[in-house]
């Protein structure tokens, strides 16, 4: 039986209240950093263009960063409380500083908010290192002892991999005594 595909519909112009909505919506589901949420709305934007090539997206861009700069005054938007939100997960499965630097780089984080949560003496790389192996079961985590010598190479290649450092690596690769 030939069962026919429906077409998508062609895609809304975008409106200044089309794109608070797709912004509150957005954030209502996700917490998002500014340069995050710039992406979602043009994004938007350039789909409809993409349909509409007649269409000068110029207006609706406007209309998207006087948007952001609504979300911006009512909190609804904060880096920080971003970088803090994403940094406690990425730490609880065992991503390392590096990974977690370019990570927030990517989502349009400045440096120095994200260096300012790890100037904390809370902050250990070696605990991280062991809860990443820990959940990867490498290294004195591994559950057959025997095998541990003969992949210690792998492993010392998935925790570099990671972006700890080799001493650090090292370090959690060495058996409990």
Known sequence: MFIEKTKKSPPKPPT?????NIALYYLDRFESSEENLRAVLKRRIDKYAFFDKSYNPNAAYQWAEEVIAECLKQN???????????????LSAGKSRRYIEQKLKQKGIA??????????????ELEVALNFAR???????R???SRRAENRQKD???????????DV???VLEDEN
Do not use: P
């Open 16 to 20: 200044k209240a089309r794109l608070r």
């Open 76 to 90: 609804f938007v904060n880096d920080e409380r971003y970088a803090e939100f994403k940094i406690n997960n990425y």
């Open 111 to 124: 440096e120095n908010v994200v260096a300012q949560f790890f100037d904390d003496d809370n902050y250990s």
């Open 135 to 141: 959940k990867k079961k490498i290294g004195r985590f």
């Open 143 to 145: 559950e057959d002892e």
């Open 156 to 166: 010392l290649a998935a925790l570099v991999r990671a972006g700890f450092d080799y």
């Open 169 to 171: 690596a090292k370090t």
